[in-house]
């Protein structure tokens, strides 16, 4: 199973992994002089940026193949990190304007690398003249989407009054927060809200989806559970739950609720009233 995280525990789980092509120095404590190692450093340690340099394994051909430099650079650092650790799920590479350093997409997180994969740093990329975080600038936009592409037919609508701004939500029908969130929405007008339906928290979180789906008013049951905890009727049909957790796996949905606004950004949790109305206005 490969392993999709965020945060902190993308570095517990590189600790912890198995190093592959990598010698086992404590066991070769005679043979040193062939031994690699892979360091893991934490922003502020001392690490020295390393020249730019080719990764391993890309021909200075590249370009004459019809692959550019960047491409064929980017390609073989994913090689070297997925060699390193093949139980990690690896989202993408990109380079940073730090010559050498290479951004890694590891769930909803970017990890740091050099092109041998040899030091991974874990932390905010910091733009110094600008004063800006890189890293967070990045996140936000690997975060976004087109609100276009999703598929609103396997979601559950609700309309209030004008319903002129519109807004995603991926909830599971045991979600406290989202629950919390509801209550919020009582107070917005003039707002269309789809909710994905995305049981993931509770051994029956699945059933109560099923049943809400099932139900011959959706939205008004949805908001009886939701609102007022008005348990649904047993109730069977094809369902879309299967779509709604594979669309959330895609767009790295890690937890509920998550909010997507229709300008492609999110927001990760319940927000109160007024940062939610202040959100909302900005879509107008």
């Known amino acids: 199973m490969r392993l999709r995280l965020a945060g902190w525990l993308a570095t517990a789980a590189l600790i912890s992994l198995p190093v592959y092509g990598v010698h086992a120095w404590a066991q070769q404590a005679t043979t040193t002089e062939s031994t690699e190692k892979v360091t893991i450093e934490q922003p502020g340690q001392g690490v020295k940026p390393q020249p730019q340099q080719d990764a391993v394994g890309v021909s200075e051909t590249a370009a004459g193949n019809g692959v550019?430099?960047?491409?064929?650079?980017?390609?073989?650092?994913?090689?070297?990190?997925?060699?390193?650790?093949?139980?990690?799920?690896?989202?993408?590479?990109?380079?940073?304007?730090?010559?050498?350093?290479?951004?890694?997409?590891?769930?909803?997180?970017?990890?740091?690398?050099?092109?041998?994969?040899?030091?991974?740093l874990q932390g905010s990329l910091i733009d110094a003249k600008r004063r800006t975080d890189l890293t967070a600038e990045r996140i936000d936009a690997l975060s976004r989407v087109d609100f276009a592409d999703l598929p609103l037919d396997i979601a559950i609508k609700q309309v209030k009054g004008d319903g002129s701004r519109v807004m995603a939500i991926f909830e599971d029908p045991n979600c406290g927060y989202c629950k919390q969130l509801h209550k919020t929405l009582n107070d917005v007008d003039n707002v269309t809200i789809y909710s994905f339906l995305f049981p993931i928290l509770s051994p029956d979180s699945t059933t109560k989806a099923r049943n809400i789906w099932c139900a011959e008013d959706k939205a008004e049951v949805w908001r009886d559970w939701m609102l007022r905890g008005k348990k649904p009727a047993e109730a069977e049909c094809e369902t879309p739950i299967e779509q709604s957790l594979a669309l959330g796996r895609k767009l790295n949905v890690q937890g509920t609720p998550a909010i997507f606004f229709a300008d492609g950004s999110r927001i990760n949790g319940a927000l109160p009233l007024n940062a939610l109305k202040q959100k909302l206005d900005t879509l107008k």
Do not use: H
């Open 68 to 120: 550019s430099a960047a491409t064929a650079t980017t390609a073989a650092v994913q090689k070297a990190f997925e060699k390193r650790f093949p139980e990690i799920d690896v989202g993408g590479v990109a380079p940073t304007p730090f010559a050498g350093l290479y951004e890694v997409q590891v769930g909803s997180d970017l990890l740091y690398v050099n092109a041998d994969v040899d030091y991974i």
